[in-house]
């Protein structure tokens, strides 16, 4: 009765087998797309709904090698509009999965095959070699490619790319097929080479998607890093013209002190200034948005009670465009401040800023303390990521710095140790032009 039963289950397996198979494959390559409600009921349809179809087809008991390749396709075909059931992606995403899917399946299948081939000497032992293999390929399919696929946010690849993708991995499907099933094809050498060539076909493709997943992972974070600096541009004139108001009633505020000497107690007077040189953030670098910059930095610095000590002189930077100026600076002391701000001591708050040239190169030099829970692996001059978080006192800021700086033909490297974190960039002798003109 057992022998009967495992039979049965073995015979049921190698006529559906393909949509557990391929339902896996897509389960490792849709693990980062948003689920819809009820996912685990949509699963559960989309996976019965495959398997009726599978076995209403089979019931037909169409013979022949093209029966089977029209059921591999339709079954696969069918996958992309199963991934847009049970996930929130649209046509573009579901696409890209099924490639994925489709090309991790038929590779996964080849291992197993190939396995359980080689394993016949081992006579009944070798029916647990096919699922053997194709477990294991499929663990190293996830851990290869499907977690790097996995971190791109939203595949942005044209249709027709993924749609080609896909008529490319179901062609090789179907030309092995039906070279594959003619009878006696299994007892020749020549089976192992088509073996591998179907093997070697399915890397391709999942290597061709890690590329263009990679390309557009790096579009993304330009694009993410453009839109920040244009939106530090526009902040600009509005803390310019913060800054001039602040600066404005501190100079009034000064004349008005000086006119009532005498007539208040010097104690008071005295604390009047304090109080007005709190705000008075007047600077002159030589350059008016590094001015304003440095107003607006000392005054933030002032209210966290971190001392901020800065030599720079503005003249070195005047071949940055305004609003590349500001969003480097600005997020260097950003992070700066984001790190100083956490040590629980204010008395061990710093932050050093110094821009100078030296010896033919435009030097900016930012240094402040850091709590050791804070301090990044360094490496090759660059922190290495942090799998605690996605991003740091010095994360995704960093990758706008590093890329103003490589624009200009610059270079950025950043140390870390004995509760310090520095950072330093070296830019070429810029061409010197009216400072602030956008360029």
Not at 36 to 57: I, K, N, V
Not at 115 to 140: E, T
Request: with cysteine.
């Amino acid at each position: 009765m057992t022998e009967r039963v495992l039979d049965g289950a073995y015979a049921f397996f190698e006529a559906n087998g393909y949509v557990f198979e391929l339902v896996l494959a897509a389960a490792a390559f849709s693990w980062r797309m948003p689920r819809r409600r009820f996912f685990a009921l949509r699963l559960l349809g989309a996976t019965a709904g495959l398997l009726l179809l599978s076995m209403g087809y089979n019931a037909l008991r169409l013979s022949g090698v093209w029966a089977g390749c029209v059921k591999t396709v339709l079954l696969m075909l069918l996958c992309v509009p199963g991934l847009c059931f049970c996930c929130r992606a649209g046509l573009s995403w579901a696409l890209f999965a099924a490639a994925s899917a489709g090309a991790a399946q038929h590779l996964c299948f080849k291992v197993g095959q190939t396995a359980a081939s080689l394993a016949r000497p081992l006579g009944a032992a070798s029916v647990w070699v096919y699922p053997l293999g194709f477990a294991a390929a499929l663990a190293l399919c996830w851990l290869i490619f499907a977690r790097r696929l996995g971190r791109i946010e939203r595949p942005q690849s044209s249709r027709a790319t993924l749609w080609l993708l896909l008529a490319v991995q179901l062609t090789t499907n179907l030309l092995q097929n039906l070279f594959l099933l003619s009878p006696g094809i299994a007892d020749r050498g020549v089976y192992y080479v088509f073996q591998l060539y179907g093997i070697l076909v399915c890397l391709f493709i999942l290597f061709l998607q890690c590329e263009m997943g990679s390309r557009q992972a790096a579009q993304q974070d330009n694009a993410l890093l453009n839109q920040l600096i244009y939106q530090q541009k526009q902040q600009l004139a509005v803390r310019r013209e913060v800054i001039g108001v602040i600066n404005a009633r501190c100079h009034e505020l000064k004349q008005q002190t000086a006119a009532l000497r005498g007539l208040v107690p010097p104690q008071q007077l005295e604390a009047l200034n304090e109080a007005v040189a709190v705000y008075d953030t007047a600077v002159d670098t030589g350059s008016e948005p590094l001015n304003v910059l440095l107003a607006e930095k000392r005054l933030l610095c002032k209210s966290k009670q971190i001392a901020f000590d800065c030599m720079a002189d503005g003249h070195t930077l005047a071949f940055l465009r305004t609003s590349d100026l500001y969003a480097l600076l600005g997020n260097i002391l950003d992070n700066a401040v984001a790190a100083a701000e956490k040590e629980p001591d204010p008395a061990r708050r710093y932050i050093r800023l110094e821009i100078a040239r030296r010896r033919g190169m435009v030097l900016v030099h930012c240094e402040n303390n850091c709590i050791p829970a804070d301090l990044p692996e360094v490496r090759d001059g660059m922190p290495l990521p942090d799998p605690r978080r996605e991003q740091g006192p010095h994360g995704f800021g960093l990758q706008t710095i590093r890329s103003i700086a490589e624009s200009y033909g610059g270079y950025c490297r950043v140390g870390a140790g004995d509760g310090r974190f520095e950072l330093n960039l070296l830019f070429p002798q810029g061409e010197k032009t009216q400072f602030g003109a956008e360029k």
